[in-house]
């Protein structure tokens, strides 16, 4: 079930905030079909569940409101229950204009013909972390430990998976692993003692850390690779693909996007054996 996290109007958006609001949202979700833009229906700009909805709502909403004047056409802001069926949903095109992470962006938007608008200027690196009570303090330490891992195909667990193969650990059988729908789920886990250690975003592990203090340990991170990307559906007009990418690059934070910039992230999933189609 899809969760649909605004409407045109960003006060009544305001005023829905809250617990019967995440209901609600979540039923009128299964009406909403794409439109492409064009002025006649629907703009549906689908949000990767990289955090929590009231998260999601809080950043994105104004956003879409933006868009919506950029192509005088409604743009409703939307996710997915879960990375699973946002990633379903985006590889059949039911994203109008997506925000995706680097993972989704090629085994799934890729292959499905998205176009890539514009991308975050800051790079951002990946880490494995546990807490200090663990008495983990190394990467190798961790063996015969248990590690959560994010969604399949997601930047996180690719470049989890990468740092293990770097220390030579073979997660199938020198780690119990365990799969969380969120870096957020995979953080409680780890304080509740759960798991040992989690693979994480740095910039949503640094959002976590000031939500859930404790002491954390890094045992190993990533070097930079380039981070989150907006989309359009290719049977969105050019025109208006033009608008929305000329008013993108030009936020505060923003870049043009190429494709060549994910380019490592193919790369890993080619040596690890996991390359997209």
Request: proline content about 11%; aromatic content about 10%.
């Given at each position: 079930m899809n969760s649909l996290?605004?409407?045109?109007?960003?006060?009544?958006?305001?005023?829905?905030?809250?617990?019967?609001?995440?209901?609600?949202?979540?039923?009128?979700?299964?009406?909403?079909?794409?439109?492409?833009?064009?002025?006649?229906?629907?703009?549906?700009f689908g949000v990767f569940p990289h955090t929590g909805t009231r998260q999601l709502l809080d950043t994105y909403a104004t956003l879409a409101e933006e868009l919506s004047l950029v192509l005088d056409s409604r743009v409703r802001l939307a996710s997915s229950s879960s990375m699973g069926r946002f990633q379903d949903e985006l590889a059949a095109g039911r994203w109008d204009i997506a925000?995706?992470?680097?993972?989704?962006?090629?085994?799934?938007?890729?292959?499905?013909?998205y176009i890539p608008l514009a991308t975050t200027e800051r790079l951002i690196t990946y880490r494995i972390v546990t807490l200090q009570r663990t008495h983990i303090r190394t990467l190798a330490q961790l063996r015969g430990h248990r590690l959560g891992l994010?969604?399949?195909?997601?930047?996180?667990?690719l470049v989890t998976k990468a740092l293990l193969h770097d220390a030579q650990i073979d997660p199938r059988d020198a780690l119990q692993t365990r799969t969380f729908a969120s870096q957020r789920a995979c953080i409680h886990a780890l304080l509740i003692g759960l798991v040992d250690a989690c693979g994480l975003a740095t910039p949503i592990f640094k959002i976590l850390e000031k939500e859930r203090?404790?002491?954390?340990?890094?045992?190993?991170?990533?070097?930079?690779?380039?981070?989150?990307?907006?989309?359009?559906?290719?049977?969105?007009?050019?025109?208006?693909?033009?608008?929305?990418?000329?008013?993108?690059?030009?936020?505060?934070?923003?870049?043009?996007?190429?494709?060549?910039?994910?380019?490592?992230?193919?790369?890993?999933?080619?040596?690890?054996?996991?390359?997209?189609?």
């Open positions: 996290l605004s409407d045109y109007n960003p006060l009544s958006m305001r005023i829905r905030l809250g617990q019967i609001a995440v209901l609600l949202l979540v039923l009128a979700s299964q009406q909403l079909h794409a439109g492409r833009c064009d002025g006649t229906g629907n703009c549906l925000l995706v992470g680097p993972g989704q962006f090629i085994y799934y938007a890729e292959p499905a013909g994010m969604w399949p195909h997601t930047g996180t667990w203090p404790a002491p954390y340990l890094t045992l190993s991170e990533s070097t930079p690779h380039a981070g989150a990307v907006y989309l359009a559906h290719p049977e969105v007009d050019p025109e208006r693909r033009q608008a929305l990418a000329e008013y993108l690059q030009e936020r505060p934070g923003l870049r043009p996007a190429k494709p060549e910039y994910w380019e490592h992230y193919r790369e890993l999933a080619r040596r690890l054996g996991v390359p997209p189609r």
